[in-house]
């Protein structure tokens, strides 16, 4: 099956279904001597796994990684990296009653039209277990990002109607949701524990931010940095929606506001007075934070009844148990930020190539 390799020179390709033996990531491309160990990919896996909180799917995966391949005391070689991650705690015994239903709102239907087969268990390569490899592969780039003063974060920024009204960073991995208005979490708390009540679930959206990106990042036409962080993160399982910058909150301001005005400051830097465009210009990075919004659907596994068909078209009512999230939103954060940092890491060592060579004399002095 195409499709499941990401990245022009920061390269993964990711493999494994969801109630399988195991899942994993392949990333080549990554430059040799940048110090990576183990410790390094689990945090931010740590903080996509199930299980963390009563808003999320008490589903126990360890996902403790394992490095097979690319590293060698301590450090990248420059060769394939690949991870490994087993699936410990896969309970199938809930998908048997429904696999020849169509689940709303999943995959079920489409992929078995289109490849006359499908892992009904879970979901198979079409569940959200497959971020966990995409995690991994850009805890590395975190890492090599890190190496130019990158820094990217997340956050839940709304669940449902309730909206994070300020941003505490430090505030985000202190509650469950990871909201960075603690009083607004609290909301956004209770509303998802209503609809898990209710056998129902919520949507959000989350914000990723990117600090300390370089001047540059982004190729016209059709490579530009925005297009690809586009397609990134509507690659996510369950995102409906992206917005840069001011993205749809825009069309209400004439350009006389919505443009990013220019100055010079102290250093000698040009910086934009306002961000509405979110850190690009023509699709090129312009050195302001990259602001990216996602909008995240409520999860379609929900235990409500609901109408479906069996994959002979007859018709019956459904519910879906199991174990699953009755919001997205706080698990999404680290994938979030995994696609900006696999699009940042790749448009980095693109750009590297693409700079102007030195000229005849320069050439010639060395």
């Known amino acids: 099956m195409a499709g499941n390799s990401f990245g022009e020179l920061f390269r993964i390709?990711?493999?494994?279904?969801?109630?399988?033996?195991?899942?994993?990531?392949v990333v080549d491309g990554c430059p040799a001597g940048l110090a990576l160990s183990a410790e390094d990919i689990q945090h931010d896996l740590n903080r996509r796994r199930v299980g963390q909180s009563r808003v999320t799917s008490p589903r126990q995966e360890e996902d403790r990684v394992e490095i097979l391949s690319g590293v060698f005391q301590g450090r990248t070689l420059g060769t394939p990296i690949s991870l490994l991650m087993w699936n410990k705690d896969a309970d199938s015994s809930k998908y048997e009653p429904i696999k020849d239903i169509y689940r709303p709102g999943h995959a079920d239907f489409t992929y078995e039209l289109k490849y006359g087969i499908r892992d009904y268990r879970g979901g198979g390569r079409s569940s959200a277990r497959e971020t966990a490899c995409r995690v991994a592969a850009a805890a590395i780039a975190k890492k090599l990002l890190s190496t130019i003063g990158v820094r990217i974060y997340g956050f839940t920024r709304q669940v449902g109607a309730i909206e994070a009204q300020v941003v505490e960073v430090e505030e985000i991995e202190r509650n469950p949701v990871r909201c960075p208005d603690r009083e607004a979490a609290k909301q956004m708390e209770a509303l998802i524990l209503a609809a898990k009540a209710e056998g129902d679930s919520v949507g959000g959206i989350?914000?990723?931010?990117?600090?300390?990106?370089?001047?540059?990042?982004?190729?016209?036409v059709y490579d530009r940095l925005d297009a690809d962080l586009a397609k990134a993160v509507m690659s996510i399982?369950?995102?409906?929606?992206?917005?840069?910058?001011?993205?749809?909150?825009?069309?209400?301001?004439?350009?006389?506001?919505?443009?990013?005005?220019?100055?010079?400051?102290?250093?000698?830097?040009?910086?934009?007075?306002?961000?509405?465009?979110?850190?690009m210009l023509g699709g090129i990075s312009n050195g302001e934070d990259l602001i990216i919004r996602l909008a995240v659907k409520p999860p379609s596994s929900i235990s409500k009844t609901q109408r479906s068909v069996t994959t002979t078209g007859a018709e019956v009512d459904l519910e879906v148990h199991g174990r699953h999230d009755p919001c997205l939103c706080p698990r999404a954060v680290p994938v979030a930020e995994a696609m900006v940092a696999l699009v940042l890491a790749d448009h980095w060592l693109r750009d590297r190539a693409m700079r102007p060579i030195p000229s005849d004399h320069a050439v010639a002095e060395r």
Request: glycine share 18%; net charge negative; aromatic share 6%.
């Open 13 to 25: 390709t990711t493999w494994g279904e969801s109630h399988g033996r195991a899942i994993g990531v």
């Open 206 to 220: 989350v914000e990723v931010v990117a600090t300390g990106v370089p001047v540059g990042l982004g190729d016209p």
């Open 237 to 279: 399982n369950a995102i409906k929606g992206v917005e840069i910058g001011l993205g749809f909150r825009s069309i209400t301001l004439r350009g006389s506001e919505h443009n990013d005005e220019f100055y010079t400051d102290a250093s000698g830097r040009i910086r934009t007075r306002t961000n509405h465009a979110g850190g």
